[in-house]
């Protein structure tokens, strides 16, 4: 039962729908709180019988230099959302979104990348209208709509489905207009359903799970369902020509770049699933989650282009999960297998077009090349790694800031000459258990006994043809074992 009582100090702004508000956001401090105030409307809330606090609607319409933004969600985590500096400070995202129709900025003359139109069998999509080079920032967008999972977990379906609505119809008019323009799937949905439920759809069809508060969240990791206006007209494709980008707190917004080179009239696509799945995973998936037949490039291959397809999609799973693996199993292979294993593995990911996904084979051949000792190889690697990935996955991530470190210095990269390094601490660990074993005995070691010198056991790397016809053959055990045919 949603509480029914009195509003907070809410100001005049203009729902849709007369709402109960709990008075719990103002019990609690809420509406004299510092944080809250942030704000510019804190209504409508409901709570359930056992939640702890209410969900409610926080709105605030000066956000991106007047955008807005509204955030389906518990008080306690609206005002933690209003103390990072996507809202603290206002210069980040002030001019990071496209205009909004209608509006004078949309009016006037710019450079444009691409338009929205019409894509046949697919509603609108985003096509380009120059040449877009790789790498490139295509468009970004701060968030529009943001629904806590937690609503989806502590209220019914109607109820977060009537927040949402409120959600929407509290965002600055221009803005609102977009988000209610939004694919549907039917177009007379605008017109004959009712908000919440239109809303429901609009955000079920086109949001991305998005985890904004990060590391600082006192809960950590709670998602939220957010919709990204603009990125939302852009189109499936398993093997796109763009990736998103989620910037994190500085901004909330999401950041579209393109993937390889893209050239006008193409439409910008992204990829909505793993695309790293064989085809009929995809095509399962497409359809369980999203409702429709993918007719790309890819999924439209026939006989044994489809399966040399298939086969080099599950390659791929196996290589990147052997040369990811940094133990036992690795220190059996020699270091010439992982060379071949890590050139194979980039040559997979060309072969697929999976131009998101390269710089991760990047990434395994600088640390392979790095491990094998071949300082200057394993840096042009970590290069292209940067290269390729820091538009896809950005700065932040973990194999970027380790290509970053391999760059600098690959000699003192923890990869470099890995299985000798590996070897070398095994050897001294062994000596020292022998020592303390003596000295247990009770034996005085001579001095200079025990010690190492210079008796590094080189790990032995064997000679003969650099074996694509080894690779092949472990790749076809492995295959085997991982396909059951
Ligand atoms: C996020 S929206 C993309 C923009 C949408 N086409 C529009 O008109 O606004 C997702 C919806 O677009 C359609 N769609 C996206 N990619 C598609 C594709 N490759 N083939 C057919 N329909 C596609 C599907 O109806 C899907 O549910």
């Known amino acids: 039962e949603p509480h029914h009582a009195s509003a907070c100090d809410l100001g005049d702004a203009p729902t849709a729908v007369a709402w109960p508000v709990c008075p719990a956001v103002c019990e609690n401090g809420g509406c004299g709180d510092r944080g809250l105030d942030a704000w510019t409307h804190r209504e409508p809330c409901l709570r359930n019988p056992g939640s702890e606090q209410p969900i409610c609607v926080f709105t605030d319409i000066s ?9 389906v969600t518990t008080p306690e985590r609206a005002r933690y959302l209003a103390s990072i500096p996507a809202f603290t400070d206002p210069a980040n995202t002030r001019v990071l979104n496209p205009p909004l129709p209608g509006t004078p900025e949309a009016a006037a003359p710019r450079t444009k990348l691409y338009e929205i139109r019409e894509v046949p069998g697919k509603g609108m999509g ?31 379906k109607d109820q977060y489905a009537a927040l949402q609505a409120a959600a929407a119809s509290q965002l600055p008019v221009a803005h609102r207009s977009l988000v209610l323009n939004l694919s549907a799937h039917d177009p007379a949905a605008a017109s004959t359903l009712p908000q919440p439920e239109l809303v429901e759809r609009i955000m079920a069809i086109n949001s991305f799970d998005i985890d904004p508060l990060s590391d600082a969240d006192p809960e950590r990791h709670y998602s939220f369902f957010t ?4 990125i939302a007209r852009i189109n499936h494709d398993c093997r796109p ?16 770049h393109a993937a390889r080179d893209i050239y006008p009239g193409e439409e910008i696509s992204v990829s909505y699933l793993n695309p790293l799945q064989t085809r009929a995973k995809r095509a399962a998936r497409m359809r369980e989650t999203w409702g429709f037949d993918c007719a790309c490039q890819a999924c439209s291959l026939r006989g044994r282009l489809a399966r040399e397809s298939d086969e080099r999609v599950e ?6 999960g052997e040369l990811s693996e940094w133990s036992g199993s690795r220190a059996e292979r020699s270091e010439r297998d992982d060379l071949a294993m890590a050139e194979l593995l980039v040559a997979l990911y060309e072969l697929e077009r999976l131009w998101c996904l390269v710089h991760e084979g990047y990434v395994l051949a600088a640390l392979a090349h790095n ?27 973990e194999d970027m800031k380790e290509m970053a470190k391999l760059v600098e210095s690959p000699w003192g990269h923890w990869s470099w000459r890995w299985r000798r390094e590996r070897e070398r601490k095994r050897q001294e660990q062994e000596e ?30 064997p000679d003969g043809p650099l074996g694509y016809e080894k690779v092949r053959e472990i790749l076809k055990r492995n295959l085997e074992k991982y396909l059951g045919s």
Do not use: C
Request: charged residues 25%; glycine residues 10%.
């Open 63 to 71: 956000f991106a230099g007047g955008r807005g933004i509204s955030v």
């Open 126 to 156: 985003v096509v380009a209208t120059t040449f877009i080079p790789r790498g490139s920032l295509i468009m970004a967008n701060t968030a529009s709509v943001m629904t806590d999972y937690r609503a989806f977990n502590e209220l019914t």
């Open 227 to 230: 919709l990204f206006p603009d």
């Open 241 to 256: 020509n763009a990736e998103y980008l989620f910037l994190g707190p500085s901004t909330l917004a999401q950041a579209i």
């Open 315 to 320: 390659a791929i799973g196996w290589l990147h």
């Open 371 to 397: 491990a094998a000792g071949s300082a200057w190889d394993a840096m042009r690697y970590a290069r292209r790694a940067l290269d390729w990935g820091v538009p896809m996955v950005g700065e932040e991530d």
């Open 432 to 461: 020292a258990m022998a020592k303390r074993r003596e000295t247990e005995k009770g034996t005085a070691a001579e001095p200079g006994k025990g010690r190492r010198q210079g008796t590094v056991k080189r790990v032995e790397v």
